[in-house]
């Protein structure tokens, strides 16, 4: 039988289980877009790492509407360094290294400015000591991602609880129990933690809130036929899910989204693009509009739900619009569009940062490979596969199994994007498999910025490949030699490098 549950991530069954020193100050967050720069040394001691370090440095764009991630090589002396571009005047870093992946510390970066880390591994490779400029909440620094982690993976230990089944409930009693198990979550987790400042108290509640909700709650449809399996153990039966309305988002009001502390969270671009993609929404895309005249629409829609019709929000979600453009399609500015934003921002920071990052994916464009799509709903299930290597002979082919909400799978697409040109020339085929999980409107769209071959597949031929190449989760890969013969299959994307070692391997045999 195929194995549980396939495509939903671990973290969607959870949720249904379910001295304060110098400080950052995020209460005044301005919109720049400048630059920044951090610096550091790893100290390890010797002979316990073979390989060399890396660090990893993730930021939040929240006005291009992207998250970044940057892996950097440690010198020989334990030495790094990296300039990279902010939009805020302050923002949050969060990083960690090869040696210690599970360790993941958050430090502030400054427009125009120099953030310095350091840190010293002990003998059992568990941190030692962190010393950072500016300074920063130590407490908040080293827990305030693990907390994150421990509300998302947290189970109940009562041997007397059960499953609750919503899937039957009205709509009221599932945002009801939704808005509840977040709010025990975090009395359990941090609000009584006196150690963390008031200010991380309320970053970890906005994060742990837009993750939840960006992932359990915008598709109610998708959870609650998740909810009936789960809940009944009916791998046959179809529940009757009862239909929402614009209505549905009524719960957008208890997110305050005005707070310009969203600007410091890591999750603000996905809520983000939840909102501008949700096809019950039917917000309208920005493309040529008149800004003023686009948000008069939005305004229409959301104003209502998200409790205002005024203040900041609103510009920051047009401007996501276009970083929508940006990073689904890989798509550069019309001249139309850039006549819009010059006469709705002028000169101003929003309209700065939209154009810097145009001029980033105009390099882009200029090297993405056309979207094919391949209809094969009438092949057997047993079939896709061979009628996948029947069409590249002599071909490495790399496939992808992902989905449009699996945002594990949309990163390392991203990370390896750079990666991937490297082979534009070369006997290699990348091919992305996904299914009907994966609302087919929204699919459309965000493999326009993917390229390459891409299939939709039935739900009987997917969940046929997830049980016969034993895979559980997303995203998952399959590596095909030039003679059609499987050499490798993993689930979790493994890296840049790995992946590069992978396919070379297999080019010059």
Same mark, same amino acid.
């Given at each position: ?11 969607? *069954? ?81 990083? *960690?290294?090869?040696? %210690? ?24 490779? !568990? ?27 947290? #189970? ?24 509840? +198990? ?7 987790? &941090?609000? !009584? ?7 991380? #108290? ?15 709650? *915008? ?17 046959? /039966? ?12 009524? =719960?957008?009001?208890? =997110? ?21 993609? !949700?096809?019950? $929404? ?14 008069? +629409?939005?305004?229409?829609? $959301?104003?209502?739900?998200? %409790? ?37 921002? %002028? ?19 200029? &090297?993405?490979?056309? &979207?094919?799509?391949?209809? &094969? ?17 002599? #071909? ?13 799978? $949309? ?24 299914? /009907? ?13 993917? /390229?390459?071959?891409?299939?939709? $597949? ?10 016969? *190449?034993?895979?559980? %989760? ?14 490798? #299959? ?20």
């Amino acid at each position: 039988m195929i194995k549980i549950k396939l495509i939903f991530i671990c973290t969607l *069954f959870l949720f249904y289980s379910c001295n304060r020193g110098n400080q950052t100050n995020t209460n005044q967050i301005n919109i720049v877009a400048g630059t920044s720069k951090i610096t550091g040394r790893i100290i390890v001691p010797d002979g316990k790492i073979k390989n060399s370090v890396m660090i990893t440095i993730g930021i939040t764009h929240p006005i291009s509407g992207e998250d970044v991630r940057y892996d950097i090589p440690v010198d020989s002396s334990g030495n790094f360094s990296l300039d990279f571009d902010i939009e805020t005047e302050t923002a949050l870093l969060n990083l *960690f290294t090869n040696v %210690g992946p599970h360790k993941m510390l958050v430090v502030q970066a400054v427009n125009n400015d120099s953030t310095h880390v350091d840190i010293t591994y002990d003998a059992s490779l !568990n941190i030692k000591n962190v010393d950072v400029m500016p300074a920063i909440n130590k407490y908040d620094m080293r827990q305030a991602i693990s907390v994150l982690g421990k509300m998302i993976d947290y #189970k109940p230990t009562d041997p007397e609880w059960k499953y609750p089944q919503l899937f039957d409930k009205s709509i009221d009693e599932f945002l009801d129990y939704a808005k509840s +198990s977040v709010a025990k979550r975090l009395v359990q987790f &941090v609000d !009584n933690d006196n150690l963390f400042s008031q200010e991380f #108290k309320d970053l970890i509640a906005k994060d742990y809130r837009m993750f939840i909700y960006t992932g359990l709650v *915008f598709n109610y449809e998708r959870q609650m036929k998740l909810n009936y399996y789960n809940s009944t153990r009916d791998t046959i /039966g179809e529940p009757e899910i009862q239909k929402i309305d614009r209505s549905y988002f009524r =719960f957008l009001k208890d =997110f305050n989204l005005n707070d310009p502390q969203y600007l410091h969270t890591f999750t603000f671009p996905e809520l983000q693009d939840s909102i501008l993609n !949700n096809e019950v $929404l039917g917000l309208p895309s920005i493309g040529e509009s008149d800004i003023a005249s686009w948000l008069v +629409s939005v305004k229409a829609i $959301l104003s209502d739900l998200v %409790g205002f019709d005024d203040g900041p929000y609103y510009d920051i979600l047009a401007a996501n619009a276009y970083g929508r453009q940006f990073n689904e399609h890989l798509k550069p500015l019309s001249e139309k569009q850039k006549e819009n934003i010059t006469k709705y921002w %002028g000169d101003g920071e929003i309209a700065k940062v939209l154009f810097r990052k145009n001029e980033q994916i105009i390099e882009l464009d200029s &090297v993405k490979s056309p &979207v094919v799509v391949n209809d &094969v709903s009438t092949i057997a299930e047993e079939k896709v596969i061979e009628n996948i290597i029947s069409k590249h002979k002599n #071909k490495v082919i790399f496939i992808d199994l992902w989905a449009t909400w699996c945002a594990p799978c $949309l990163d390392a697409m991203k990370r390896f994007r750079d990666t991937k040109d490297d082979y534009r020339d070369k006997d290699v085929v990348f091919v992305y498999i996904t299914n /009907g999980s994966s609302p087919q409107k929204l699919w459309e769209s965000k493999i326009q910025g993917i /390229g390459s071959e891409h299939y939709y $597949l039935t739900s009987d031929q997917w969940y046929y490949m997830m049980d016969h *190449f034993d895979f559980e %989760g997303i995203p998952s890969y399959l590596l095909f030699n030039k003679e059609g013969a499987l050499v490798n #299959k993993f689930t979790g994307f493994p890296g840049n490098d790995k992946v590069k070692e992978m396919i070379d391997g297999l080019l010059i045999l």
